[in-house]
Nanobody, 124 residues
Framework: QVQLVESGGGLVQAGGSLRLSCAAS????????MGWFRQAPGKEREFVVD????????YYADSVKGRFTISRDNAKNTVYLQMNSLKPEDTAVYYC?????????????????WGQGTQVTVSS
């Protein structure tokens, strides 16, 4: 069992930055690939980025490539999402998730555990 807790969301102006954190419980954090998804009101949950168990491989959605950076610290059981050059269309609830499979990681059904989400609002 893995419990995930996101933090770091908030209100920011367009062009600004935020850093999200996702803290995981348990001693097997490094055995899970991690992902970030987001969901805006009235829309489906959308893939943002995935990171491999070691952190050596990442996969970004085109919509955030070049602006967002994922990283992880396995010693601290934490994954981070640095978001720069934020746009109003980035407004959503952001979720971190953990998966044990070896797929691409861009589909919600691939993930075993989810956090409760943190709200990110970007004003124009």
């Amino acid at each position: 069992q893995v419990q995930l807790v996101e933090s770091g969301g908030g209100l920011v102006q367009a062009g600004g930055s935020l850093r999200l954190s996702c803290a995981a419980s348990g001693r097997t954090f490094s055995s899970y690939a991690m992902g970030w998804f987001r969901q805006a009101p009235g829309k489906e949950r959308e893939f943002v980025v995935d990171i491999s168990r070691s952190g050596s491989n990442t996969y970004y959605a085109d919509s955030v490539k070049g602006r967002f950076t994922i990283s992880r610290d396995n010693a601290k059981n934490t994954v981070y999402l640095q978001m720069n050059s934020l746009k109003p269309e980035d407004t959503a609830v952001y979720y971190c998730a953990a998966r044990s499979n070896y797929g691409l990681g861009d589909k919600p059904y691939e993930y075993d555990y989810w956090g409760q989400g943190t709200q990110v609002t970007v004003s124009s």
